[in-house]
């Protein structure tokens, strides 16, 4: 489903120690959250992502990079089979192996840009964007600074494909969980988050420009 696609462009982070912890206490909130994830002007870092699908006995695994900026998300899957996603507030790009870049019927698949536009709001930390997409529920974590953010669709057409949306972070976004309707989720974890150089480089500005 294209829509789980886009998620992808849209593993437990949480370390063994970690998780052997009791429960304490912490004053973090959702505000100073999205503060947080809106403060780096590019964050780049890697991805793996994990696909449970209802008719195939085992989950699918797919592995690349990407970057976010103001320009948008660049999202380059390696493994198992290449392809590209360039997201930004208005168009949608994509590439499959050596394939040209292609712009998506936004207009005919309306899901599509409403949830690349939900994936760059939940990025960039815009709280205000999600609240008019989502009903957003904050929860601190069982370790100091760690949190979790559970996002469930209001409106149509994401509602009727997504059930709901979980991040799992301490200082960035760890690990993105979507659920469909259908129950079939998808989860990404990020590492190796590297927010230097604070600018984008020529290559990577090349990157979106294709």
Partial sequence: MRVMFCAAATALCLAFAAAAEEPVATDTTLAEVAAQL???AVLRGKFEQTREVRILSKPLHSSGHFVLSDLGLFWQQEQPVASILIADSERLLQSVG????????????PVVLTFSQSFLSIFRGDEAQLREQFDVAFQPGTAEGRWRITLNPVNYPMSEAIKSI?????????TLTVTSRSSETTTISFSDLQTEPVELTEHEIQLYAR
Avoid: T, W
């Fill in 166 to 174: 979980k991040l799992d972070g301490r200082e960035y976004i760890e």
């Fill in 98 to 109: 050596d394939g040209p870049l292609q712009s998506v019927d936004v207009a005919r698949n």
């Fill in 38 to 40: 809106a403060a780096p």
